[in-house]
């Protein structure tokens, strides 16, 4: 049976980490939710970069928009064009959210990476940008900031749909799940039901091993240990957090919210592209199946896994041999924080300068096409 399907016998959801126009326009997304039980879509800046400025497949799209509307800037095209995507993408998935009463079928759309250390602007743009894709199979995506943790409590409360991202820390993921239980406690107090909002938290997997095996390589001259740990913290990493949200939706406080008619916030796995050869091109999936997740997979890890995966359980295995590797990097010198810190910030600036190289290419675009029409003219 397809590796892929066979996930969700093991209650883990798979999502596709890639949008693009001609995903939508060839039949290939709706091919890939009937042959592999896809359940979901997400994006990012890089992804629509990629997508927009890489192809001229939104061309034509992009001088409608140009030629129907008033004079917008590079950030008012690209939401013109996206939110075109996420609701195509959101049409074809939402049998999977009917389905699945609500719990998968969803696309996630970003607000603006300019905006992490905002908090009424994060909330501004994702109230707006919820209100204009108009689909109650969107996720909004915002990122697990200091600033955005507020931005995100704030916006369950109002009962909009969010996708924390960037999350690399257990620590930060604490703070996420807590802001998570006081949204929807809020909720009820303001006599609001609490049912149909979901919410998944992605917690960021391979760039921990990336940084970390930096760290750890210098060391394994001098102390073998340093060997041992390398492309194991991630997944490490992984599995206590995976603890913690077992232990938190399984405690009386969320038993109450679940009784009024809450989801759980799943943990979702991003980043899970291995990045290193010398590591199985699978890991970041095999290594992380367990009930109530999801895993967000790009496109070449979606092809290997489904050609070679093998699931089964493995999340809930090894938790005491993931606390005792974790706990190894303290005494080979290594600040797995002050790692994660720097990984949410390194992110925050990747996915900025990707959204402003996205913005100057559909200017760079838009002026081409006005030129043209101009010389046509």
Same mark, same amino acid.
């Given at each position: 049976? %397809? ?11 798979? @999502?596709?980490?890639?949008? $693009? /126009? ?5 039949? &290939? ?9 896809? /359940? ?13 400025? #890489? ?9 409608? @928009? ?7 800037? =590079? ?8 939110? &075109? ?9 939402? !049998? ?38 108009? /689909? ?26 969010? %996708? ?6 257990? =620590? ?14 809020? +909720? ?28 750890? &390589?210098?060391? /394994?001259?001098?102390? !073998? ?6 492309? +194991? ?10 603890? @913690?949200?077992?232990?938190?939706? %399984? ?6 919210? +679940? ?9 979702? @796995? ?6 290193? !050869? ?11 199946? =367990? ?17 070679? #995966? ?6 809930? &295995? #090894? ?13 080979? =010198? ?7 810190? $720097? ?9 900025? %300068? ?19 029409? +101009?010389?046509?003219?």
């Amino acid at each position: 049976m %397809n590796p892929l399907r066979r996930l969700q016998d093991f209650g883990q959801s798979i @999502w596709y980490d890639n949008i $693009q /126009r001609g995903m939508l326009h060839t039949g &290939e997304l709706a091919r890939l939710i009937h042959e592999d039980g896809l /359940r979901g879509i997400t994006s990012n800046p890089t992804i629509f970069e990629k997508a927009i400025t #890489g192809s001229n497949d939104y061309d034509d799209s992009l001088a409608k @928009w140009l030629y129907t509307a008033t004079r917008q800037d =590079g950030r008012a095209l690209f939401f013109n064009l996206a939110i &075109e995507d996420i609701q195509g993408a959101a049409d074809l998935l939402r !049998p999977v959210y009917d389905e699945t009463q609500c719990r998968d079928g969803y696309v996630s759309l970003e607000v603006s990476p300019d905006l992490a250390y905002d908090v009424e602007a994060t909330i501004a743009e994702a109230e707006r940008l919820y209100d204009r894709v108009n /689909r109650p199979n969107l996720m909004i995506k915002v990122p697990a900031t200091r600033e955005g943790v507020l931005a995100f409590e704030n916006l369950v409360s109002k009962g909009i749909n969010i %996708n924390v991202t960037l999350l690399f820390s257990v =620590g930060r993921y604490k703070e996420v799940l807590e802001a998570y239980l006081m949204a929807l406690e809020t +909720r009820l107090r303001q006599g609001q039901k609490i049912d149909g909002i979901a919410s998944v938290a992605s917690f960021f997997v391979s760039r921990v091993d990336s940084a970390v095996d930096k760290l750890l &390589e210098k060391q /394994r001259a001098n102390n !073998p240990a340093a060997a041992q740990l390398q492309g +194991r913290i991630a997944i490490a990493n992984a599995k206590l957090a995976y603890a @913690w949200y077992q232990r938190v939706c %399984n405690s009386p406080r969320f038993e109450s919210l +679940r009784q009024a008619g809450a989801a759980t916030q799943r943990l979702l @796995w991003a980043s899970t592209g291995t990045k290193n !050869p010398d590591y199985s091109d699978v890991l970041y999936l095999d290594e992380l199946i =367990g009930p109530d997740t999801v895993n967000t997979v790009p496109p070449a890890t979606y092809v290997a896994y489904k050609d070679h #995966g093998h699931p089964r359980t493995t999340l809930t &295995e #090894g938790l005491a041999e993931a606390e005792q590797q974790v706990a190894m990097l303290k005494t080979l =010198g290594i600040d797995l924080e002050a790692v994660t810190k $720097q990984l949410e910030d390194e992110g925050v600036q990747s996915f900025a %300068n990707s959204f402003a190289n996205l913005l100057n290419g559909i200017t760079a675009k838009a002026d081409m096409l006005r030129s043209s029409r +101009r010389a046509v003219g």
